[in-house]
């Protein structure tokens, strides 16, 4: 396979193909299974590695005179051959243009003819040819001055000319000089020294999920008010049917926090926690496989030598996102001061990841919670004491008239019943007892184990626990009732007790 690879490189794949029973001869003694160069399917990118983004503008149309209208920063963008190309040509041209100006006047007043007479004065002494015009304007523009040729004053309309190539010579120079050299100092070359990690690991930290890539600063001077952000570019379709194909979401590296602010003295590790918030929330080992997505990282600083700032972009597809790693330490303490191994820059080990996606583990956690037994115990009690005390309505409705006169009120056993049942439903807590419990609680040297039989003791009993808690008038009443009931005859009692039996 290595021989394959030294042959045909490493844009292609090794695939083995084993030949089926049907229709083929076996394989003979010593020969392995067949072996097929495929080309590897090489992924689109968005940005490159280097930082360099994919797009290409065509079909402008009239909106080409744009480019003119900046013409600065259009000659800044273009490459370096074209900007050498241009600043050639446009000081060769105007070179050629001026000179062709003075042998034009020269000719004009006839000093090609005369220039060797010996009392004759011409516009321009010694300027005899083009080639003398020619070296005359080099030397006044390059303001050499060799003192063989010079202006004289007999030629009016030579002073102008004068005046317009100093002017038109300036403008020139101020803009293509200037054009280079903004070009020179641009700070692209700043950003090759940042480098960023081949790979972005996805791996347990603090007991989150987290999204984690590295980026480093390889020079001693430092990124001034270093920034950090991601894109997410992945192809979506909306509810409404319109389908976005690089469709940009915010990727938090704390941004809330202040944490996409760096320090970047040392190599950083910067992490994304996947949460309900992020875009990766249902993104498992799993479905990475069939995932088709993009992470473009963006850092941004001022570089402290220059003052310019300084962007250097990367990002990693799907297949450079590796599922349960973790960076190589680099930093180590020596004698004196912290040294950073950036032969480990790049180095990843696996760790113990769960393969379910954020999603996929909250939803584990909530059906395995216990949390979830109580509440469905207080609603079968109250659907319970629902119950009872519609059985109970129909036995109050069903007694004697002097009967139901006696207690007082017809509804009051259901509101007795109905306040018992309410103080039956009582959550574990303590906070959540009677009132009567709390101030018990409250009185120090009762400890929980008293309470705890308390709370029992009164649980245990609904009825009376709710009598007392029942204002003053109803508690009479209720008492009233009773001494009323022990009262009544034998033969009324006997038909009560069959009744409610």
Known sequence: MSALRRKFGDDYQVVTTSSSSSGLQPQGPGQGPQQQLVPKKKRQRFVDKNGRCNVQHGNLGSETSRYLSDLFT????????????????????????????????????????????????????????????????????????????????????????????????????????????????????RAETLMFSEHAVISMRDGKLTLMFRVGNLRNSHMVSAQIRCKLLKSRQTPEGEFLPLDQLELDVGFSTGADQ????????????????????????????????????????????????????????????????????????????????????????EVPTPPYSVKEQEEMLLMSSPLIAPAITNSKERHNSVECLDGLDDITTKLPSKLQKITGREDFPKKLLRMSSTTSEKAYSLGDLPMKLQRISSVPGNSEEKLVSKATKMLSDPMSQSVADLP????????????MEGNLPAKLRKMNSDRFT
């Open 262 to 349: 760096l320090f970047l003295v040392s190599p950083l590790t910067i992490c994304h926690v996947i949460d309900a918030k992020s875009p990766f929330y249902d993104l498992s080992q799993r479905s990475m496989q069939s995932e088709q997505f993009e992470i473009v990282v963006i850092l941004e600083g001022i570089v402290e030598t220059t003052g310019m700032t300084c962007q250097a972009r990367t990002s990693y597809t799907e297949d450079e996102v590796l599922w349960g790693h973790r960076f190589f330490p680099v930093i180590s303490l020596e004698e004196g001061f912290f040294k950073v191994d950036y032969s480990q820059f790049h180095a990843t080990f």
């Open 74 to 189: 259009t000659l800044v963008d273009l490459k370096w051959r074209w900007n050498l190309f241009i600043f050639i040509l446009t000081y060769t041209v105007a070179w050629l243009f001026m000179a062709s100006m003075w042998w034009v006047i020269a000719y004009s007043r006839g000093d090609l003819n005369k220039a060797h007479v010996g009392n004759y004065t011409p516009c321009v002494a010694n300027v005899y040819n083009f080639p003398s015009a020619f070296l005359f304007f080099i030397e006044t523009e390059a303001t050499i001055g060799y003192g063989y040729r010079y202006i004289t004053d007999k030629c009016p309309e030579g002073i102008i000319l004068f005046l317009f190539q100093s002017i038109l010579g300036s403008i020139v120079d101020a803009f293509l000089i200037g054009c280079m050299f903004i070009k020179m100092s641009q700070p692209k070359k």
């Open 472 to 483: 003053p008038k109803l508690q009479k009443m209720a008492g009233g009732a009773a001494r």
